[in-house]
């Protein structure tokens, strides 16, 4: 198995103001190429950092790939520092001079003096062409490692990876593939779901278990590696059986699912239809759920009855529910379900009701307490959170763990089936 580095150059991204997309990519395309990325480093507009860090990952890696500082600006250094590092001087370019030269007349320019540096060079470099840009890549080897180098533009270093340098490459991935396969779960903290799936983990000596937590859930990540694809997805099924098979009430898709994609599913597999009573989400379910094409099927109608007021007009919520219980409690929750099912027709009636914060809280009633509520046609059930003090995350929170509480019950009706994605 080879393996592959990858450094991001630039100061933009080093202060946040451009978001990194050229490593993810990078990692993504080398993995189905069948080589391991080890690591991914960022460093700034300078010199002596970015020779630093070449030295250290072509020590660690078969395969270096450098993106970035291939301009013709004062701050795109790193031809000149590469060149350094592997002792070697940098020699002029007539044809990548007309090239870039071409490009400009092309666009009805003339082309600036300071771009014939981009005709420059590494004396040995294999010169990788790209026809997007006036930033041609190159070739080099340093420490044993291949050195890639290209542009820092998203669409031009896409383009020289995948025509340029993958073609290079594909000796180097000896006919190995690496698969990736995601399980999505939710309502469940990530220790506690560890506890339940610690053995399969252990077992699991052909595939690597990776948990990472999200605010929409822990997504756990199994990666085989395989002969071929059949030989690892294989690797990856007989342990993804296990892990469903323990923590299967907590998982809800698979690779690319949305909570809210396979809540759609089920409901359009059923046949039914939901209307959601929202107060302390502020119309949040209803906009994850609209944010699935095609919601209109089955989403009937969304209502934020924010004040008490409009829980007593809009959802035909009895004065003495808030007066007896409160507007966060169990039953005003309740009758918020029913209502919105009620009026609406639905075949369900979703509710949230809750402190969401940071003030309002009470002794009896703390910011994090949250009230779901789900009507059937064979009656209401609530459920209860005690979330923390972040209004943000509280809202997210309670408009997940609400669509989960449809989806448990979408699947109990769908044939008791625990695991609706299987199978997707």
């Known amino acids: 198995m080879r393996s592959a580095a990858i450094i991001t150059i630039g100061d933009e991204l080093l202060y946040g103001s451009v978001i990194d997309t050229n490593a993810a990519y990078i990692g993504q395309r080398m993995t189905a190429a069948g080589i391991e990325p080890v690591c991914s480093m960022t460093v700034g507009d300078e010199g002596g950092r970015i020779g630093q860090a070449l030295d250290m990952v072509c020590r660690q890696a078969d395969v270096v790939l450098v993106t970035g500082g291939l301009g013709p600006t004062h701050d795109d250094v790193t031809k000149t520092v590469i060149a350094e590092a592997i002792g070697q001087d940098l020699v002029f370019h007539p044809d990548i001079l007309d090239t870039v030269e071409a490009m400009f007349t092309q666009r009805g320019m003339v082309m600036p003096e300071s771009n014939r540096i981009q005709a420059y060079m590494p004396r040995h470099a294999e010169v990788l062409d790209n026809p997007v840009g006036t930033a041609p890549g190159f070739l080099v080897r340093h420490h044993g490692a291949a050195v890639f180098v290209m542009p820092g533009v998203p669409r031009e270093m896409k383009k020289m990876l995948n025509e340029q340098v993958l073609p290079?490459?594909?000796?180097?991935?000896?006919?190995?593939?690496?698969?990736?396969?995601?399980?999505?779960?939710?309502?469940?903290?990530?220790?506690?779901?560890?506890?339940?799936?610690?053995?399969?983990?252990?077992?699991?000596?052909?595939?690597?278990?990776?948990?990472?937590?999200q605010e929409t859930g822990v997504n756990l990540r199994l990666t085989a590696e395989g002969g071929s694809e059949e030989e690892a997805r294989r690797r990856i099924g007989a342990v993804e059986s296990k892990l469903v098979a323990r923590a299967g009430e907590h998982i809800y898709g698979m690779d690319d699912d949305t909570l809210e994609e396979v809540v759609g599913r089920l409901l359009r597999e059923t046949g039914a239809t939901v209307a959601v009573a929202e107060s302390c989400t502020g119309g949040l379910v209803a906009s994850r759920m609209t944010d699935v094409p095609g919601s209109s099927d089955y989403l009937l109608e969304g209502v934020v009855s924010y004040s008490n007021a409009a829980k007593m007009a809009r959802l035909e919520v009895p004065a003495g529910t808030i007066e007896r219980h409160g507007a966060v409690s169990a039953e005003t929750a309740a009758a918020m379900a029913q209502g919105v099912r009620r009026t609406s027709g639905a075949t369900y009636g979703l509710s949230t009701t809750g402190v969401a914060g940071p003030g309002g809280g009470t002794p009896e009633k703390p910011v994090g307490l949250v009230y779901l509520g789900?009507?059937?046609?064979?009656?209401?059930?609530?459920?209860?959170?005690?979330?923390?003090?972040?209004?943000?995350?509280?809202?997210?929170?309670?408009?997940?763990?609400?669509?989960?509480?449809?989806?448990?019950?979408?699947?109990?009706?769908?044939?008791?089936?625990?695991?609706?994605?299987?199978?997707?």
């Open 168 to 213: 290079r490459l594909k000796a180097h991935g000896a006919g190995r593939v690496i698969l990736h396969r995601w399980i999505r779960t939710t309502g469940i903290g990530e220790s506690s779901l560890s506890q339940i799936i610690g053995r399969v983990i252990e077992e699991a000596e052909d595939v690597k278990i990776a948990s990472l937590p």
């Open 374 to 424: 789900l009507a059937t046609a064979a009656g209401v059930e609530t459920r209860k959170l005690m979330l923390g003090p972040d209004r943000h995350v509280n809202k997210t929170r309670s408009a997940l763990a609400a669509l989960n509480l449809l989806r448990q019950a979408l699947t109990r009706v769908a044939g008791g089936t625990e695991n609706p994605f299987m199978g997707n």
